[in-house]
């Protein structure tokens, strides 16, 4: 029954049965099918009757209002009671929240490439402070995510934020792009990186075999996908030990520049050679578009904002001790790597973390491409949590397949979206142009982005009736706005042809939006062949919609 949804119209139950379903309630409905269950005037016909009156002579289910104020037992009514129920859990708290911000903005970039920024700076000093910049300015846009998030209570983040404010077609193009590249590219990438790194000291000095790295990363986001649809709570328990291990890593690159720092190695960190070099205003955009993409990923909290268990007081919290622990250990992981090795070494380099370790390491140095390997691991897993709620969303709003809104009735984990978003980054793996598509799509985040955040200037000015719990200054997303559109000018000046293909690739999503979501009379024979997929697949993967919206 609770895989059906809506029974009444799955089965060969007397046809009054529909209308007493939708008009009336489920209540007059249970109390009618009761009664035809006493008089065994049920349908015989179909196999899910069959099963349906098997389990009712199993169990002695109680029907209507009765199921509720029935005592647990030890067998199925408690299932069946807590099924009826049937919603994503606030099971998120504090302390995931601190790793799901930590872990998704900390992935491979400050142990392998730290480099875009000195590349660009020119100098050392200058790109110390890029780094401090670009954390400043990264922490205010969190800011003005944590205020629309208490203001806009909804999972989903910047896709609930543009739809509440700009309207439906905005936000489906900010789903669309985020649902074909921006999560699946993502995800391969970030476990490609994982695959290699895990291999890299099995195969030393030669590099790991393409194929067993692409064995590898499908392997991982099978794994993860597969852990995040069996538990939530198996999920953030994954998401915060893997983030403990990052930065445990980064504390190890750490102590080890501190000691370096202690015996004098202060190297190019001296006042006379920290400034030495040349900089541009161009290199300094470039600097900081690049330090600011480091910190990407601290948006992806407000995706699971329904989840977490007092989001009023846990979504600013987090946002403000995650983005202040990771500003610093981006600063005194740079200072650590001057302190072991030349700004021309780290330039040449292709793994920073991994030269530190074997110039400062020795025999050890094996443990920081683990560690790398560790982190991506956590990145993948964070992402692909944050992006089912992304799809989930979306899909309960009407502009993606009804299936993807559906919750297994015993994981209470979002698994049609899970899977979709699994099978894509599969799909993603198979490609070799993944990096390509990431550039493509990363001018138009920054976008959407700016967009949701003007949407706070839009409240602050036009709805002064609105209740938000966490009230930042306006001045705060007016300065992020700029900062966003800052990096869509850089985009355009760096690389028009990328800037221009993903905008193209945005707006193919606008015949998607008319076709699926606005044109709403379409044939009959293709509405019921959507129905016989959707059924099929909540009985395969033993799901249904909510039955109710947390509040």
């Known amino acids: ?91 998120v708290t504090l302390i995931n929240a601190i790793g799901l911000i930590v872990g998704n903005i900390i992935g491979s970039g400050i142990f392998i490439s730290p480099k875009g920024v000195l590349e660009e700076a020119g100098t050392v000093g200058v790109a110390l402070i890029i780094w401090a910049i670009s954390g400043v300015i990264s922490a205010i846009g969190a800011l003005c995510y944590a205020d629309l998030g208490t203001a806009i209570p909804r999972s989903g983040g910047d896709y609930s934020y543009i739809l509440d404010i700009f309207g439906p077609l905005p936000a489906f193009l900010r789903l669309w792009v985020e649902l074909i590249i921006v999560r699946p590219a993502t995800h391969a990438v970030i476990a490609l990186t994982f695959a290699f790194y895990i291999l890299y000291p099995v195969y030393e000095p030669c590099p790991p075999p393409n194929s067993a790295v692409t064995l590898l990363a499908a392997l991982c986001i099978c794994l993860l996908t597969f852990v995040n649809c069996a538990s939530v709570r198996g999920a953030t328990r994954v998401q915060d030990l893997f983030t403990a291990a990052k930065l ?156 993807l809104a559906m919750v297994n009735i015993h994981r209470y984990t979002p698994v049609p979206s899970l899977v979709l978003g699994g099978i894509l980054s599969l799909i993603m793996l198979c490609t070799t142009d993944v990096y390509v598509l990431i550039n493509y799509a990363s001018f138009v985040y920054w976008i959407f982005i700016g967009m949701a955040i003007l949407g706070l200037v839009v409240i602050h000015f036009k709805h ?71 059924i099929f697949c909540q009985k395969i993967m033993f799901c249904c919609k909510e039955s109710h919206h947390i509040d």
């Open 1 to 91: 029954v609770f895989v059906c949804g809506d029974p009444a119209r799955l089965c060969g139950f007397p046809a009054h049965f529909a209308s007493v379903s939708t008009q009336h309630g489920p209540s007059l409905f249970w109390r009618e099918l009761n009664s035809h269950i006493s008089h065994k005037s049920v349908c015989r016909s179909c196999d899910f009757c069959t099963i349906f009156l098997s389990s009712v002579r199993k169990f002695g289910l109680k029907m209507g209002s009765d199921l509720e104020d029935s005592p647990a037992s030890a067998d199925g009514n408690r299932a069946v009671r807590e099924t009826s129920e049937v919603a994503l859990k606030r099971k």
């Open 248 to 403: 445990l890593a980064l504390a190890i690159i750490i102590v080890f520049g501190m000691i370096q720092l202690g015996k004098g190695e202060l190297l190019h960190l001296t006042p006379e050679k920290a400034w030495r070099g040349t900089t541009s205003v161009g290199g300094l955009s470039l600097a900081l578009y690049s330090g600011l993409w480091a910190f990407a990923g601290w948006a992806d909290l407000t995706f699971v904002t329904e989840e977490i268990r007092d989001p009023s007081r846990n979504v600013p919290r987090s946002i403000v001790i995650s983005m202040t622990v990771v500003t610093i250990v981006y600063l005194l992981a740079n200072v650590a790597y001057f302190t072991g090795m030349t700004p021309q070494e780290m330039l040449e380099s292709d793994a920073v973390a991994v030269t530190f370790g074997l110039r400062l390491l020795g025999a050890a140095w094996w443990i920081i491409p683990i560690f790398v390997a560790f982190s991506t691991f956590g990145a993948v897993n964070g992402s692909m949590f944050a992006s089912a709620r992304l799809y989930f969303v979306g899909a309960r709003e009407g502009h993606l397949p009804d299936i």
């Open 464 to 534: 002064t009736d609105m209740e938000r719990p966490v009230k930042m200054p306006v001045v705060l997303p007016i300065i992020f706005v700029l900062a966003c559109l800052f990096i869509v000018v850089v985009s355009i000046w760096v690389a028009p042809i990328e800037c221009l293909a993903g905008a193209g690739i945005t707006l193919t999503g606008v015949p998607v939006y008319f076709f699926g979501v606005v044109w709403q009379s379409k044939p009959k024979w293709l509405t019921n062949a959507l129905d016989s997929c959707t």
